[in-house]
């Protein structure tokens, strides 16, 4: 079965940082993109970021632009996503998602094949 294991969620104060990790296995294949998604209470979930692990493309959403960087290690499955300069509007719960195939322009969750649990991430002001 395809797993998702995300972690490294927390409490920072604001213009901390976070680093999360989501590591997926259960799945064969080289075409592949592990990205993340916020939801934050009352809102939708929204794209955060996304990584594509054969043409190494990125998606950032413009509200985290120039403080988050996504990151991967191809031999791990695995997708890092370091959260810089934090704002208490970046506190929502944190998924990660697999999906087969690149990043897409319009990264949405329309595309995502498997979810992993959520990781809280609290910005206090």
């Known amino acids: 079965d395809v797993q998702l294991q995300a972690s490294g969620g927390g409490l920072v104060q604001a213009g901390g940082s976070l680093r999360l990790s989501c590591a997926a296995s259960?799945?064969?294949?080289?075409?592949?993109?592990i990205g993340w998604f916020r939801q934050a209470p009352g809102k939708e979930r929204e794209a955060v970021s996304c990584?594509?692990?054969?043409?190494?493309?990125?998606y950032y959403a413009d509200s985290v632009k120039g403080r988050f960087t996504i990151s991967s290690d191809n031999a791990k499955h695995t997708s890092y996503l370091q959260m810089n300069s934090l704002k208490p509007e970046d506190t929502a719960v944190y998924y990660c998602?697999?999906?087969?195939?690149?990043?897409?322009?319009?990264?949405?969750?329309?595309?995502?094949?498997?979810w992993g649990k959520g990781t809280q991430v609290t910005v206090s002001s």
């Open positions: 998602a697999l999906e087969f195939g690149p990043c897409a322009e319009n990264y949405n969750y329309y595309g995502v094949d498997y």
């Open positions: 259960g799945f064969m294949g080289d075409d592949y993109a």
């Open positions: 990584i594509s692990s054969s043409y190494d493309s990125t």
